[in-house]
């Protein structure tokens, strides 16, 4: 008891240096628990990807189309329950900056495999029966604020020309898991104009979504599928719609690295703060520590006195973070990350991180004070001058 | 009066340990900054340098890659006749008609997939790229299932080793040579014959780009004038640099918006460890700004000399992390491009202004962190410093 009332007066007796060094341990282990969480919202589209859907694309690239036929075939395959067109539109609607995910489907067989998609069915037939009809997830209605009715006008960057579409429908997501960020129109309504404008690029699928009816089946369906069309003009690459999601993080994958290593170089910056605290701490109670040798306490008991100062400098500060973290986490979304990112939870293991990295930057701090204060002269300590 | 420069520098010395653990955490802040400047000062270096000053591009209007672009052989054979375009000694025009698709690759170390692009050219649009060099092997041959691979490719690619061969559009091609393109993106692409790859592709419509070389560099505006009164040609006309210039836009905004937010949230950490020196230094020496007032020296001068020892401080950082960050232009590194959705490598480049700013932004934490601490030794009253040892 007497133990800790010691550490614990010690600690904020220095009271500016203690609080400044507190502020610091909470900005760098709430910048640090930001930037992971930052690394875990770049893979939560793709944990939302179902594994038991596939995905079918060009094996050259996804800027190679299939030709539409390969449906049928794909159709015919054992295990295949359900075959759906997807072409990828990008177009940009407003500005660059106001990005969305658009594509041309054929709505019926494509929400027909994603039960997790939910739509009224009033708005639902609207959709099927307007050919320039377009379906907006939730989560991208509240972003623009947009409404059944609206009329949308998008600029084709793939597809040249102005488009326009009508809201007909707002799905939800079936849970908090689901991501509902994106835009869809008919397949057909792409497709007309193509045949019309560029009939050579009409009739293409840019990739074909496919419901396989066993899970287990998924890898045995997806070698069928390469395999029939192994030697055809347009060789197939299949693989489970999560790998196939995956494959696009992938390709920022060294600024993913960047960012998480980067996020552990704030750690270090604190420590080295911390570490001056305690070293600057130390120095000035070298005289202290004397005495107390002098008294009879151990070289051992000074050093577990600033062992404990420094993890309970540190433990304030980790403990802080932690409870903010979450908060700052969700203003920040709701302020910019909502463009950028369809989801941003700070991970439990995030929280853990940052208690670990608060203890860790509290003991490493403590480290040359200790040796130091603990092998002083009792003589050169009272001797020492602040 | 001034305070001597020597006793300044010689408090930094005397308490080593902490001087070296607030300029350290300094140094780590400005290595971040200047990494994350350097990045982005080299994928604009890269992309800037692939375009030439007398060179033109011709990409479909509204289309912002040459891999969205369609321009119609129609459409190339007029722009072939523009007067502004440059001709031989032959009076052929210096014009490269280009397909540029992409063919996504697994990488050596991380079997993962990437898109690298396939660039079908002429052997005029091999003489538009002086700066293109064959390093290895031979050049294509015209007519022929042969590639030549960029330097960055053949580095980080699986398969494109000289003599092995890829298997794409029904068709085996042959690696017969790597090309250096002197850092540019070109470095990141696959070069193969462009009725070749034309065929193979079945892009019998028509072409992804046409380069042109200008009769001289300040031709472009007679051009732009003449395309505008050229009702048939539905296509948009780019300076090469100006191209490859957009094409960094949005990788290279992303890069420095993230790097100059962080550098300026861990600048904060760096900046309260200097503050919590120089308050201790302050504290500490208390007794010692009573004597130096008591000598005569003013207020501004105790104020100007803790500014001055916190800003050394932060010299000392920002240079030791500023050397740290020259190391880096040894790296290369690889990511998508967003623009053209495939693969692109550059490297980290110094800049004298990086150097510049970076020097600044480490002296202004030395400042802020420095700024509170030496108003309050300056207000110190003789009297009460002097009493307080």
Do not use: C
């Amino acid at each position: 008891m007497f133990f800790l009332k010691l550490v614990l007066r010690n600690a904020f007796r220095a009271r500016l240096r203690s609080a400044l060094t507190v502020l610091g341990l909470v900005i760098a282990l709430v910048a640090f628990g930001l930037l992971q969480t930052v690394v875990g919202a770049w893979y939560a589209g793709s944990e939302a990807a179902s594994a038991s859907r596939l995905v079918t694309r060009n094996s050259i690239s996804l800027v190679f189309p299939l030709p539409m036929y390969y449906r049928e075939k794909i159709l015919a395959i054992d295990g295949v329950r359900g075959v759906a067109v997807s072409n990828w539109f990008g177009g940009v609607w407003r500005d660059e900056k106001s990005f969305f995910a658009q594509f041309a489907t054929d709505l019926p067989s494509y929400f027909a495999m994603y039960p997790e998609f939910k739509f009224r069915p009033d708005e639902w037939q609207d959709l099927l029966r307007d050919r320039e009809g377009a379906a907006v997830g939730r989560q991208l209605a509240d972003l623009y604020g947009f409404k059944v009715g609206d009329r949308v006008p998008i600029r084709g960057t793939i597809y040249p020309g102005n488009w326009e579409f009508n809201v007909r429908a707002i799905y939800e997501g079936r849970d908090d898991a689901t991501i509902t960020r994106q835009f869809y129109f008919h397949y057909d309504y792409l497709n007309e104009f193509l045949k019309q404008r560029f009939p050579r690029a009409a009739d293409n699928a840019g990739v074909f979504v496919i419901d396989v009816d066993d899970p287990a089946k998924v890898a045995d369906v997806a070698r069928t599928i390469d395999a029939e069309f192994a030697n055809s003009l347009a060789a197939t690459l299949t693989e489970t719609e999560k790998a196939f999601s995956l494959s696009f993080v992938a390709m920022v994958d060294t600024i993913i690295q960047v960012i998480s290593g980067v996020s552990f170089i704030v750690i270090l910056i604190i420590f080295a703060v911390a570490a001056n605290t305690m070293a600057m701490t130390a120095r000035e109670r070298l005289s202290e520590y004397a005495t107390l040798k002098a008294l009879g306490f151990g070289p051992g008991f000074v050093a577990r006195l600033i062992f404990s100062e420094s993890v309970m400098i540190a433990a304030v500060g980790g403990a802080i973070a932690i409870a903010v973290t979450p908060g700052i986490a969700q203003g920040f979304f709701n302020a910019l990350g909502k463009t950028v990112f369809a989801r941003f939870d700070v991970a439990p293991a995030t929280l853990a991180t940052q208690a670990l990295a608060a203890f860790a930057v509290g003991a490493l701090a403590a480290l040359v004070p200790m040796v130091r204060s603990a092998h002083v002269k009792i003589v050169d300590g009272l001797r020492h001058v602040g | 009066m001034r305070i001597p420069f020597s006793y300044i520098a010689r408090n930094l010395w005397v308490r080593r340990l902490t001087t070296v653990l607030t300029a350290g955490g300094m140094a780590l802040v400005v290595f971040v900054f200047a990494a994350v400047m350097m990045l982005d000062a080299g994928l604009k270096a890269t992309l800037v340098a692939t375009g030439s000053d007398d060179n033109v591009l011709f990409i479909r209007k509204g289309a912002e890659t040459e891999v969205q672009s369609g321009v119609a052989r129609d459409q190339a054979a007029l722009i072939e006749s523009l007067p502004q375009i440059a001709r031989d000694e032959r009076g052929a025009a210096r014009v490269s008609k280009e397909v540029v698709v992409l063919n996504s690759l697994a990488k050596i170390d991380s079997g993962k997939r990437s898109n690298v692009p396939i660039r079908g050219v002429t052997a005029m649009g091999l003489a538009l790229r002086p700066h293109v060099k064959i390093v290895q092997g031979r050049t294509f041959r015209p007519g022929s299932s042969e590639i030549v691979v960029g330097a960055s490719v053949a580095r980080q690619f699986v398969g494109v080793e000289l003599g092995q061969s890829l298997a794409f559009a029904q068709r085996q091609w042959t690696v017969v040579g790597v090309f250096d393109a002197g850092r540019t993106a070109f470095d990141s692409e696959i070069w193969g014959d462009a009725e070749q790859l034309a065929q193979a592709f079945r892009r019998f419509g028509g072409y992804s780009s046409v380069i042109a070389q200008l009769t001289s560099y300040d031709a472009f505006d007679a051009l732009l004038e003449g395309l505008a009164n050229e009702p048939r040609l539905t296509v948009e006309v780019k300076r090469e640099r100006q191209f490859y210039e957009d094409q960094s836009r949005a990788l290279s905004g992303f890069i420095s918006y993230l790097g100059i937010t962080l550098s300026i949230i861990f600048s904060l950490g760096a900046v309260i460890g200097a503050a919590i020196t120089m308050y201790s230094s302050v504290a500490t020496r208390t007794g010692e700004i009573g004597t130096l007032r008591a000598l005569g020296f003013r207020r501004r001068s105790i104020l100007t000399a803790f500014l001055l020892e916190s800003l050394l401080l932060a010299l000392v950082g920002g240079l030791a992390g500023l050397f740290a960050a020259t190391f880096l232009q040894a790296f290369t590194i690889s990511t998508t491009n967003f623009t053209s959705f495939s693969e692109l490598a550059f490297s980290f480049a110094l800049t004298p202004k990086i150097i510049l700013n970076s020097v600044a932004f480490a002296l202004v934490m030395g400042l802020i962190g420095g700024f509170l601490p030496a108003i309050k030794a300056s207000r110190m009253k003789i009297v009460d410093a002097l009493r307080a040892d």
